[in-house]
């Protein structure tokens, strides 16, 4: 009687996550990126991707569609290279499409894009990649990313510059 009890609590417990409408959307569709953060922090990365192969079915050139599918790939599978192929691509689609990138969405969308692809170049060693991906972030959101180059500059054997970087995080406020 337990055991049942149990199978009960379990499946009405998993039906009810199923049924928050942020975590399923439709296939094929669009979503807005605050669903998609939500659906990425819920660390469900086999129903990110499954919303992403439902996006990019119905348009192989969604920003949206290649940002969810790298996440996936990154986060998910640890497939670091087809992660680098699909947030690159997902990165020069939404640099193509001006309307795009100047929505709320799409400067957000970006900055999520940039700092995605910043985690995978460290993970696959491309540090000059890593440091002007910082760059980048610094100069289109003001938001500086500076303390996470230092193991790139060490590892490319400019370890003055690094010292002096982490000598000035460490001196400055900032958490």
């Not at 499946?11 to 953060?37: I, K, N, W």
């Not at 940039?114 to 959101?141: C, D, G, P, W």
Request: one cysteine or more.
């Amino acid at each position: 009687m337990a055991f049942w009890r149990a199978v009960l609590l379990l499946a009405a417990m998993a039906g009810a996550l199923c049924a928050q409408p942020s975590l399923r959307p439709r296939a094929g569709r669009e979503m807005d990126v605050a669903t998609a953060r939500q659906l990425i922090d819920s660390g469900r990365f086999v129903r990110v991707r499954e919303v992403a192969e439902g996006i990019l079915r119905a348009n192989k050139d969604s920003v949206m569609g290649n940002y969810l599918m790298g996440v996936a790939m990154h986060r998910g599978e640890g497939n670091l290279p087809l992660a680098r192929y699909y947030l690159g691509r997902g990165r020069k689609l939404l640099q193509q499409d001006l309307l795009q990138a100047a929505s709320q969405d799409g400067v957000e969308l970006h900055s999520n894009l940039l700092f995605e692809m910043m985690l995978v170049a460290v993970l696959t060693e491309k540090h000059h990649e890593q440091i002007q991906l910082a760059s980048e972030f610094n100069r289109l959101f003001g938001i500086d990313m500076g303390e996470r180059t230092g193991w790139s500059l060490m590892k490319l054997g400019r370890h003055q510059e690094a010292r002096q970087l982490m000598l000035r995080y460490l001196k400055s406020n900032a958490p």
